[in-house]
């Protein structure tokens, strides 16, 4: 029997494998095996294991066997709270409405709009969802440590830039890697994509430093080659649409486990006497959301780029992350969400999937959010604010919602309606909506300035995915080639 030899986490495997099968229940299956998430990147044991191939191909039958019955009668339990996949048993729901002001009346003209209701609307997402950022810090500062050297066989030239948060000296860096054009004559427009690696595991360069990325075991710090890749992004397909890429690891600005406060850069803006979050302090998908903006204060003074042509790019947390980046910056010029799910682009008062309740429940994400967030936990009926509303907030700039088929733990459908509840606002602001109310099957795009788009698949991206993004890229930013 053939045998394949890897420094690997067992459980993980595990996990990856029924994720790429049937990662329609995504995180959902994985946290009743076990109470953590395939995105956290925690593990119980890192272990050198000798794995036959034979285990292999079991698993994968297994996982397939697993993936056809969740399909016919997905169930389940997260953190003790149930999980709803039965869309008989969603049952009716109101929406809050995105253009009608607290006072009650109803906006109906784009100066009420931008004056009234948006700022209204963007104080409930910082009180009640992401919780209260602060501005652009005083000392942050830029340094290239690479200028503009031949990369990606000739395709690109690339830059690497530390981006300094504050003058203290141990004050996270932002390690940011940007590639353009080999043959851009004038500024380019860019995608920023906030990864869940350091650049040397998110781009084929084998020219790049081995970057850094947090082990969740030890709370410590480790070449990004001693750990899981998540994945590359398909630089040279934006790269030849005559776009520029660039990526930096979401672990230099906040780490993403509960105990990560003390080395993320929330502690550096705690109050005199402060030792604990406040309700409406923020978590870090706010301050991963944070960091985004600070890389676009970068591009603002990078005369290769075109600053005012800047799309961003996040996965499943880190696709909440460009959600709100987006929402609250409006310096972005287009946002791609990739599978948001609850607590991004999937509607909260549907019950489907992932709800506030497990995204707050004790054992799993409560760190990434305000401390208000959990107070809608079984009661999202409730809630002032919904993911239709933050997709309004992103108007009148193109957004494009990326799910999958069998993503039921992000609730596909939810972000689908999420977008057509949002369809007003867009309209109201001269934009093209949706046009439609009819959930569209798969590989059967939507490419207006609201979009969505739906792989035959799961949870995250199939390679497939990046040619809809140049599409939806070349549609909005206009690159010049």
């Not at 043959?183 to 869940?196: G, N, T």
Request: net charge neutral.
């Amino acid at each position: 029997m053939e045998k394949w030899t890897t420094n690997f986490d067992v459980l993980m495997f595990v996990d990856l494998l029924l994720w790429a099968s049937f990662s329609g229940n995504g995180f959902g299956f994985e946290i009743n095996l076990r109470s953590w998430g395939a995105w956290n990147g925690s593990f119980l044991m890192r272990v050198r294991q000798t794995i036959p191939l034979g285990m292999v191909m079991t698993a994968l039958t297994l996982a397939g066997a697993s993936a056809s019955a969740r399909a016919q009668n997905p169930q389940g339990v997260v953190a003790g709270i149930p999980v709803n996949y039965d869309e008989a048993k969603v049952g009716t729901y109101t929406l809050p409405d995105a253009l009608k002001l607290n006072d009650g009346k109803t906006v109906t003209d784009a100066k009420t709009w931008w004056k009234k209701r948006r700022p209204e609307i963007v104080s409930l997402f910082e009180t009640q969802q992401y919780g209260v950022a602060p501005g652009r810090p005083k000392g942050e500062s830029f340094d290239v440590v690479e200028k503009e050297t031949p990369a990606l066989k000739g395709k690109a030239t690339r830059k690497r830039i530390d981006i300094h948060l504050s003058t203290e000296k141990n004050a996270p860096v932002i390690h940011l890697v940007e590639y353009l054009p080999a043959a851009a004559k004038k500024p380019v427009p860019m995608l920023l994509c906030i990864s869940f690696s350091a650049p040397s595991n998110s781009v084929d360069d084998p020219d790049l430093p081995v970057g850094e990325v947090w082990d969740i075991k030890t709370k410590t710090k480790i070449p990004a080659n001693k750990a899981r890749a998540f994945g590359k992004l398909n630089a040279e397909a934006v790269l030849d649409a005559g776009i520029g890429v660039a990526t930096f690891y979401y672990g230099d600005v906040d780490p993403d486990f509960a105990e990560g406060f003390s080395s993320g850069i929330r502690k550096y803006y705690l109050k005199a006497g402060q030792t604990t979050r406040g309700p409406e302090d923020w978590g870090s998908i706010a301050a991963w959301a944070w960091g985004m903006s600070r890389v676009q204060d970068y591009f603002e003074t990078d005369k290769s780029v075109d600053a005012k042509r800047v799309a961003i790019h996040g996965v499943s947390r880190l696709g909440k992350t460009v959600m709100w980046a987006g929402a609250h910056d409006q310096r972005f010029a287009a946002v791609i969400a990739s599978c948001s799910g609850e607590g991004g682009a999937a509607l909260s008062h549907r019950d489907f999937g992932e709800t506030i309740g497990h995204l707050t429940a004790p054992t799993r994400y409560p760190y990434q959010f305000a401390e208000n967030y959990g107070k809608w936990a079984g009661f999202p009926d409730k809630a002032p604010m919904d993911a239709n509303m933050l997709v309004g907030l992103v108007a009148p700039r193109p957004l494009l919602l990326q799910t999958g088929t069998t993503d039921y733990w992000s609730d596909p459908k939810g972000e689908f309606l999420s977008a057509v509840a949002a369809a007003p606002v867009y309209k109201l602001l001269g934009k093209d909506a949706l046009d439609t109310e009819t959930w569209p099957e798969a590989k059967r795009p939507i490419l207006h300035d609201l979009s969505y788009y739906m792989h035959d698949g799961g949870h995250g991206m199939v390679p497939t995915d990046w040619d809809i993004y140049v599409e939806f890229l070349k549609m909005h930013l206009h690159p010049e080639k």
